[in-house]
C-alpha cells in the first residue's frame, strides 16, 4: 500500500509560513494524482489541496487559497505545501496520500502515515 513520510511540521505564531513535505516510501508518483489532508483536532480528514500529474491547475479548499500552494518534485518522489499567512484554523496534522483523478479525495482506503503537526497559535 502506498504511504508517504511527513515532515517539516513546527508550532508558529499566526501570519507565520512553513513548507511541509512528503516523500513517497516507494514506488513512484509520475503519473498519481497527491493531495495534502488535514485532520484538525477532533475532526476528519479533510482534502486541503491535490496536483495532479498533469499540468493541471492544482485544488485547493476555499480556506487556504491565496495562502498555501502545493508543489510536487516527481524526480525525488516528493510533495510539497508551502503554507503562507497561516491562521489557527489551519492547526492540524497534514498527511499525503494518493489522490482520485479528478477530486481531492483520497484514493485508498486508510492511507495515512504518521502525520506532520502544525499548531499556529500566538
Known amino acids: 500500500q502506498w504511504q508517504f513520510v511527513e515532515s517539516g511540521g513546527a508550532s508558529v505564531q499566526p501570519g507565520g509560513s512553513l513548507r511541509i513535505s512528503c516523500a513517497a516510501s516507494?514506488?513512484?508518483?509520475?503519473?498519481?494524482?497527491v493531495g495534502w489532508f488535514r485532520q484538525a483536532p477532533g475532526g476528519d480528514h479533510e482534502g486541503v489541496s491535490c496536483?495532479?500529474?498533469?499540468?493541471?491547475?492544482?485544488y485547493y479548499t476555499d480556506a487556504v487559497k491565496g495562502r498555501f500552494t502545493i508543489s510536487r518534485d516527481n524526480a525525488k518522489n516528493t510533495a510539497y505545501l508551502q503554507m503562507d499567512n497561516l491562521k489557527p484554523e489551519d492547526t492540524g496534522v497534514y498527511y499525503c496520500?494518493?489522490?482520485?483523478?479528478?477530486?481531492?479525495?483520497?484514493?485508498?482506503?486508510?492511507?495515512w502515515g504518521q502525520g506532520t503537526r502544525v499548531t499556529v497559535s500566538p
Open positions: 496520500a494518493i489522490a482520485r483523478a479528478g477530486v481531492c479525495l483520497p484514493r485508498d482506503h486508510n492511507p
Open positions: 516507494r514506488g513512484t508518483i509520475d503519473y498519481l494524482a
Open positions: 496536483i495532479s500529474s498533469a499540468n493541471l491547475p492544482p
